[in-house]
């Protein structure tokens, strides 16, 4: 690559205004074809820079940081190493980022996260490698679900909360025939013990795996029939007349429930 056109780049991505930064991240993606391997690294490096920054205090910057995140995927699955090395790095706003961009990769980052967290000790990047598995769009992501099920069952709250979420993730891209009937047995009993979860989260993201499993056209219908009175406990329409105390778990409940019957009605 040209010096010139790298100090451009360099001064663009440096730039605070999300107008430059965008304009730098169109001319890497102009580049990308050409690129040797030491000016994808360099580049590679710069983009990154912008997982770390802070959308409370540049909200404006979101769109960019969005930008940034596709063009590390488009770097391919060369980048996978260097992107799970960074996880360590114990930055959340990064670390998020980092799982979205592995997770756009695709299939070729299933290998690598499940090798990466069989050999990681560190519960908060193991939390993140489950959160990447949960962002890859393919059917491949069967080999990831009894990984992700054990991770389900965890003492650690954030690894279970996001166990359960990427669970819901999973069967959006499952056909209901590819699904073992023990790994379908095993997330049903996930999401029936997250129900009764202490944390609001955990319980919202098993109500929304719950749904999804519905919509998607892995529950028979005596076991719609279950979620329906599940989300109706969870709303105080039942002869109980009692219901979740946390809002966020209700509206969950409300949009399986609308879903239930959504799909009744198409049947």
Known sequence: ???????????LLSSPKPEE????????????PSLDEESARSLFEMITVLFHV???????????????ISLVADFGEVVIPYLLMDLDAGDM????????????????????????YACEESE????????????????????AFEL????????????????IRALGEFVEHIKPEDLPAEYKRGMLEAVQRD??????????KAV????KMARYGHLNQEEKEKLQGTCELLLGLDDKYDWDRAYIVRKEAQEALDCIEGCGEGE
């Open 1 to 11: 690559m040209a010096s010139d056109i790298y100090h451009e780049i360099r001064d």
């Open 21 to 32: 930064i965008h304009q730098g991240l169109l001319k890497i993606r102009e580049e990308l």
């Open 54 to 68: 802070d959308l409370f205090d540049h909200p404006e910057q979101a769109g960019v940081i969005d930008e940034a």
């Open 93 to 116: 706003k990064a670390q998020l980022a980092i799982g979205h961009a592995i997770g756009r990769v695709g299939e070729p980052a299933l290998e690598p996260l499940l090798e990466s």
């Open 124 to 143: 908060e990047c193991r939390i993140f490698l489950v959160y990447a598995l949960g962002k890859i769009q393919s059917p491949r992501v069967l080999e």
């Open 148 to 163: 992700v099920l054990e991770a389900a069952r965890s003492d650690n709250l954030e690894l279970r909360d996001t166990a």
């Open 195 to 204: 129900l009764g979860d202490s944390s609001p989260g955990v319980r919202a």
């Open 208 to 211: 929304r795996s719950y749904g």
